[in-house]
């Protein structure tokens, strides 16, 4: 079956990093279009990354120019690193996979991710 797995998450502090992971297994990785999404207590899940099949990334204004997705088809992972994080991006993160034109669409369980002092 379809599993995508997030990993990374945690608590850290405001300015400091993380690296999220999202290990896929049971789809052909390469020919799906990648994303993060987030989820913050009380607001609607939104848009953070995503990397289609060739590459090409894209980002909401919110997290643009400091947030990147990247993905390894040899691994079947994509990743999201997220340096100097801030307060308001305390969130459940989210990875989907798109396979677009078939109406595929599958998503991870999500991972925690709090920055706070």
Known sequence: QVQLVESGGGLVQPG???????AA???I???YGMGWYRQAPGKQRELVA???TGGATDYPD???????????NTKNT???QMPNLKPEDTAVYYCNAVLEGYG???WGLGTQVTVSS
């Open 25 to 27: 297994s049971g789809i």
């Open 78 to 80: 994509v990743s999201l």
């Open 104 to 106: 595929l669409e599958y």
């Open 29 to 31: 990785f390469y020919i």
């Open 50 to 52: 995503t990397i289609t």
């Open 62 to 72: 919110s997290v643009k120019g400091r947030f990147t997705i990247s993905r390894d």
């Open 16 to 22: 400091e990093s993380l690296r999220l992971d999202c």
